[in-house]
């Protein structure tokens, strides 16, 4: 088996010799900085919800919390 290293990339936390030695050590596979839009939790549990409660308001009513936590347990 081999070793899965995962670390954050955002530009002011990465050393260029901290990089330089694992990139020597390791292979990586890409992985873009923490967004929002892209975070991997949002590919496939949230994206339904996500959709459930556009335009929504932020106070959710009794039948929408329901729904939310059916939809996360499904």
Same mark, same amino acid.
């Given at each position: 088996?081999?070793?899965?290293?995962?670390?954050?990339?955002?530009? &002011?936390? /990465? +050393?260029?010799?901290?990089?330089?030695?694992? =990139? @020597? !050590?390791?292979?990586?596979?890409?992985?873009?900085?923490?967004? &929002?839009? /892209? +975070?991997?939790?949002?590919?496939?549990?949230? =994206? @339904? !919800?996500?959709?459930?409660?556009?335009?929504?308001?932020?106070?959710?009513?009794?039948?929408?919390?329901?729904?939310?936590?059916?939809?996360?347990?499904?």
């Amino acid at each position: 088996k081999g070793v899965n290293l995962q670390y954050d990339n955002a530009r &002011p936390h /990465v +050393a260029n010799v901290t990089s330089g030695k694992l =990139k @020597n !050590l390791w292979e990586f596979p890409p992985h873009r900085p923490y967004s &929002p839009d /892209v +975070a991997p939790s949002d590919y496939y549990l949230f =994206k @339904n !919800l996500t959709n459930l409660l556009r335009g929504k308001n932020s106070t959710m009513t009794r039948q929408q919390t329901l729904q939310s936590i059916n939809l996360v347990n499904t």
